[in-house]
């Protein structure tokens, strides 16, 4: 799991509540109030009730339109946290024409090569990503990594972040070589910048780390997963999610060579801090909850992984909606394990519900609906159907061959 730092989620939050301090608002008791809702809109979001937090993201929208007009920076901002939520919940849809809208605002009141300006085109590169449109996410990355270098100079973590985040674009795309020199970029001026011990260290350390996993270079990987646990541990303290995530990271290293005794306990000591410290019912617990499952899957432990599966996915229609693609995760992972005990029926239920969240949130042609109709032709083969297998992998190959 690639990680997604706490201290980046706070920094764009930081960057765009940054606004509401400018000397430009009459109206100084609905300008608190607006402060007041982003506030506990960045709160819901970091808690993962994001139901919740597009309520107040909507309220700081409407009273900050209200007052403002429809033009000004407060605006841009409600607007940029609202899309926040709806991409959380996979709602790419709504988010993309708030972000267009904020980006709009800001280069209407602001200079060209405001670092805001870099932000709002970093939130939609990164929801262009999440979409599978990445030559639409690249040039707005580069774009955003121009002017941060810009105005900010190459040595700035502002600098760093653009370049993680386009490395992370090309790391998609399985264009390593291309990842490599900007996530080393990326950890170099962190640690210039920052300090060696830096949690933000940290999560370039894991990024790096997870391309050396992606291309088989365990060796490489572990050290890496190694120190970056190391810093998190010494700076946050043992029980902040994000040792629970180094942990998930360093047991699927693990689980990807075959070490399964070791990846076990590292498995469910993430799973715990996770619970205690972000809640039962946090989508990040689905998540570990989910990588638990699967190693107990790969071992043949089917009893055990199916709970497991059954309240990962739970969650995550309790806090995503029946609709999120990390639902169709879910679906499609519950499917594997049911193929896997030939339980077929089953499995062909949910993967066809999978397939069908997929094509509804990311379009039919992204890379996620070739890997789910992969996975019904295979189902298709094990039943003899072997017609509708071939049909559906043409057209997951036909997928696989738009270039992006």
């Given at each position: 799991m690639?990680s997604?730092?706490?201290q ?5 939050l930081?960057?765009l509540?940054a606004?509401l301090?400018l000397?430009v ?6 300008e ?16 993962g009730?994001?139901?919740q937090?597009?309520?107040?993201a ?7 339109e209200?007052?403002f007009g429809?033009d000004r ?13 709806y991409v959380a919940?996979g709602q ?5 024409p708030?972000?267009?809208r ?8 602001l200079?060209p090569n405001?670092p805001?300006v ?14 599978g ?7 707005l990355y580069?774009r955003s ?7 900010l100079?190459p040595d700035h973590?502002h600098v760093?972040?653009s370049l ?7 790391q998609t795309r399985g264009?390593?070589?291309q990842?490599e020199?900007?996530?080393k970029r990326s950890l170099?001026?962190k640690?210039r ?7 933000d260290?940290?999560t370039?350390?894991n990024n790096?780390a997870?391309l050396y996993k992606?291309?088989?270079n365990?060796a490489h990987?572990?050290?890496?997963f190694?120190?970056?646990l190391t810093?998190r541990?010494k700076v ?5 999610p ?6 998930n990271n360093l047991?699927?290293l693990y689980?990807?060579q075959g070490q ?8 469910k000591?993430?799973?715990v801090?996770m619970e205690k410290g972000?809640?039962p ?5 689905a998540?570990?909850l989910?990588?638990?499952a699967?190693?107990?899957q790969?071992r ?8 497991l599966y059954?309240r990962?996915l739970?969650i995550?229609?309790?806090m995503?909606?029946?609709?999120h693609p ?9 499917a594997g ?5 030939g339980?077929?029926?089953?499995a ?7 397939l069908g969240i997929?094509?509804?949130?990311l ?7 070739a890997?789910?109709?992969?996975n019904?032709a295979?189902?298709?083969?094990k039943?003899?159907?072997?017609a509708e297998?071939?049909?559906?992998e043409k057209?997951?190959a036909a ?6």
């Amino acid at each position: 799991m690639r990680s997604i730092s706490m201290q980046n989620l706070l920094r764009i939050l930081a960057i765009l509540a940054a606004f509401l301090l400018l000397p430009v608002f009459p109206a100084q008791a609905q300008e608190a109030e607006v402060k007041r809702l982003l506030q506990e809109t960045g709160t819901l979001y970091r808690q993962g009730n994001y139901d919740q937090g597009v309520i107040f993201a909507q309220k700081a929208l409407s009273l900050a339109e209200k007052t403002f007009g429809p033009d000004r920076p407060i605006v841009a901002t409600s607007l940029n946290n609202l899309a926040l939520l709806y991409v959380a919940q996979g709602q790419y849809a709504q988010a993309e024409p708030l972000y267009k809208r904020s980006l709009a605002i800001y280069e209407k009141n602001l200079v060209p090569n405001h670092p805001a300006v870099a932000q709002s085109l970093n939130n939609l590169a990164g929801l262009y990503k999440a979409q599978g449109q990445y030559a639409q996410a690249e040039v707005l990355y580069q774009r955003s990594l121009a002017i941060r270098e810009n105005v900010l100079g190459p040595d700035h973590p502002h600098v760093a972040q653009s370049l993680n985040n386009l490395a992370e674009l090309y790391q998609t795309r399985g264009q390593y070589a291309q990842a490599e020199p900007l996530y080393k970029r990326s950890l170099e001026i962190k640690e210039r910048a920052l300090g060696p011990d830096h949690s933000d260290v940290a999560t370039g350390l894991n990024n790096l780390a997870e391309l050396y996993k992606d291309q088989g270079n365990y060796a490489h990987a572990e050290p890496l997963f190694k120190r970056s646990l190391t810093i998190r541990d010494k700076v946050l303290g043992p029980d902040h999610p994000e040792v629970a995530q180094s942990l998930n990271n360093l047991a699927g290293l693990y689980k990807a060579q075959g070490q399964y005794a070791q990846a076990e306990p590292l498995f469910k000591r993430s799973l715990v801090i996770m619970e205690k410290g972000l809640g039962p019912n946090h989508p990040h617990v689905a998540t570990g909850l989910n990588n638990l499952a699967e190693l107990y899957q790969t071992r043949g432990q089917y009893a055990q992984a199916e709970p497991l599966y059954k309240r990962s996915l739970a969650i995550r229609e309790k806090m995503l909606g029946v609709d999120h693609p990390h639902v169709a995760t879910g679906l499609n992972n519950l499917a594997g394990l049911y193929q896997a005990q030939g339980q077929y029926a089953l499995a062909e239920r949910l993967l066809k519900r999978a397939l069908g969240i997929w094509e509804k949130t990311l379009g039919q042609n992204h890379p996620d609906v070739a890997v789910a109709l992969e996975n019904m032709a295979a189902l298709y083969r094990k039943t003899n159907r072997e017609a509708e297998a071939v049909e559906l992998e043409k057209r997951a190959a036909a997928i696989k061959a738009i270039k992006r």
